[in-house]
């Protein structure tokens, strides 16, 4: 899944995703004060917005430059407070310490031995920082999924749990029906989610 598949699978569509935030993002974050935040793997953008509208300063990453057009579109009325940046989150870690908030919805994180590329991203979240890190629920599904990927080679929240230090504090972490239901034809009924505190 490289920038040619995600630009493809953006390309395929005049917009891919509703354009309304995660409801996850919502139901954790509407009373978390405003502060630097960074959302990785943006795609169109609509949970940068949520929170670039809420006060939020983002930074929003994603590996596709056709989705990241689209979503700088959509936020005209917040231009000055969302960085949109093309880059590759599993070979190029984020600044280390920035920022208030990490939230991760959806990303397809391929899993590696070392967990460097996990450790840099987890190392973005400053000391009194947020990490909110969001999956889809993979019990039952099939090994292979009809796009050819297999959804256990990605990391799931609760395995990034197991990999935080003493640092951090875990919140949430757990399974949950969606909020909204799924697309039709998709497998995913359910979120499993993980929100965490850096303390130091
Ligand atoms: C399933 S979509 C989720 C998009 C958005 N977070 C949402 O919930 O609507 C996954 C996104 O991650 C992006 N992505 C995939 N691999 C990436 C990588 N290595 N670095 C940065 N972005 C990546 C894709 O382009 C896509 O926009």
Request: glycine share 10%.
């Amino acid at each position: 899944m490289d920038a040619q598949f995600w630009d493809d699978r953006y390309s395929s569509q005049a917009q891919l995703f509703s354009g309304d935030p995660n409801g996850v993002l919502v139901t954790e974050l509407a009373d978390l004060p405003p502060g630097q935040a960074l959302d990785v793997g943006c795609g169109e953008g609509a949970d940068a917005l949520w929170l670039a509208r809420r006060g939020w300063l983002v930074t929003a990453v994603d590996i596709s430059r056709v989705a990241l057009e689209r979503a700088a579109g959509f936020g005209t009325d917040v231009e000055e407070r969302v960085s949109w940046k093309c880059g590759d989150l599993t070979t190029a870690p984020p600044p280390a310490d920035a920022f208030d908030l990490v939230c991760v919805h959806y990303f397809p994180f391929p899993r590696r031995p070392e967990h460097t590329a996990l450790h840099g991203l987890l190392s973005a979240v400053a000391p009194g920082g947020t990490l909110l890190f969001v999956g889809h629920d993979i019990t039952g599904l099939p090994e292979r999924l009809d796009d050819g990927h297999a959804p256990a080679d990605y990391y799931q929240p609760a395995e990034v749990a197991e990999l935080l230090g003493g640092d951090w504090t875990v919140t949430v972490n757990e399974t949950r029906p969606r909020i909204v239901p799924p697309p039709p034809g998709s497998h995913h009924t359910h979120d499993t989610v993980l929100r965490a505190h850096r303390a130091r």
